[in-house]
């Protein structure tokens, strides 16, 4: 069974930069599509980004795009997020979860739609202040 966890919140001021990680354990992790969300209070979940198995294909929501990005490290079983240029809007728990039913394929919508991933982190409390 696949874990993962979240690591690399705290609170930044706006303009600042964090990197979060997401370690996975198991041997498949290089054919999940993965994805980075985000869960504000009084607003639903939402997909920041995502990333093929591979690598060589991701989707950022325009919210984000521009400021973030999400590589990732299959030798390490490892997905980080990139934020930049942060804003007190990026404010929330930030989970990273795995598309694990479809290994090694990538759709940019189904990529998009939380269903989509069975299994997610516990979360990571990111805080911009202004």
């Known amino acids: 069974q696949v874990q993962l966890v979240e690591s690399g919140g705290g609170l930044v001021q706006a303009g600042g930069s964090l990197r979060l990680s997401c ?20 607003k639903e979940r939402e997909l920041g980004a995502a990333i093929s198995g ?4 991701t ?12 590589p990732r490290d299959n030798a390490k079983n490892t997905v980080y997020l990139q934020m930049n240029s942060l804003k007190p809007e990026d404010t929330a728990i930030y989970y990273c979860a795995a598309d694990t039913s479809r290994p090694g394929l990538w759709a940019r919508a189904r990529a998009q739609l939380r269903a989509e991933y069975e299994l997610w982190g516990q ?3 990111v805080t911009v202040s202004s």
Not at 26 to 40: I, L
Not at 61 to 66: P, Q, T
């Open 123 to 125: 979360g990571t409390q």
């Open 23 to 42: 370690a996975a354990s198991g041997r498949t992790f290089s054919s999940y599509t993965m994805g980075w969300f985000r869960h504000a209070p009084g």
């Open 54 to 57: 591979s690598g060589s294909s």
């Open 59 to 70: 989707y950022y929501a325009d919210s984000v795009e521009g400021r973030f990005t999400i």
